[in-house]
């Protein structure tokens, strides 16, 4: 069995087709050009997405300018608000598509290391000592008289109010 970040074992049944591929959790990297997701139907609607989110946030930010030149003194801050928000906006868009790239040439995120070397590399997840134990269990309330009461009331309470609620299904 495998921790996550150790080396998978000889055992391991290899990938044959695509169905088999898809069906395991671990991203693959991908044959041929990486970039051509980059033109999927999926990636194009975002692209325009981001491109319309960008374009309007800019437009708002001229919009609130010209306001704040025709005396309005709370636009001045959405002058600048707006193109700052666009700017976040390609930031971000721009990091999902490095992160996708690393992603499907199967590079760690964190590290930007190849997935197989950083788990040959960075051996146990866990130091020493830490893992998994079992945790003792609770001991035996059956003989404490305060706790039998308490769930006997709690039962007592139960019974009272089972099928008061039929109305309201």
Not at 43 to 56: D, I, N, P, S
């Amino acid at each position: 069995m495998e921790t996550p970040g150790s080396a998978p074992s000889p055992e391991a049944a290899p990938v044959t087709s695509a169905t088999d591929a898809a069906e395991t959790d671990a991203p693959t990297a991908a044959a041929g050009p990486v970039w051509r997701f980059l033109v999927e139907p999926r990636w194009l609607g975002w692209h325009l997405f981001a491109v319309v989110a960008a374009w309007g946030m800019c437009w708002l930010g001229d919009w609130q300018f010209r306001r704040a030149m025709a005396g309005n003194g709370l636009s001045w801050a959405y002058t600048f608000e707006w193109p700052l928000f666009a700017i976040f906006g390609i930031v971000f868009w721009a990091r999902t598509i490095r992160d996708e790239f690393r992603d499907r040439r199967g590079l760690d995120l964190a590290t930007g290391k190849k997935k197989d070397e950083l788990a040959v590399e960075s051996g146990p997840v866990l130091p020493d000592g830490i893992g998994t134990r079992a945790i003792e269990r609770p001991g035996d309330d059956a003989d404490d008289a305060e706790l039998a009461s308490y769930n006997a009331y709690l039962a007592k309470l139960n019974a009272e109010v089972k099928g008061h609620n039929k109305w309201l299904r």
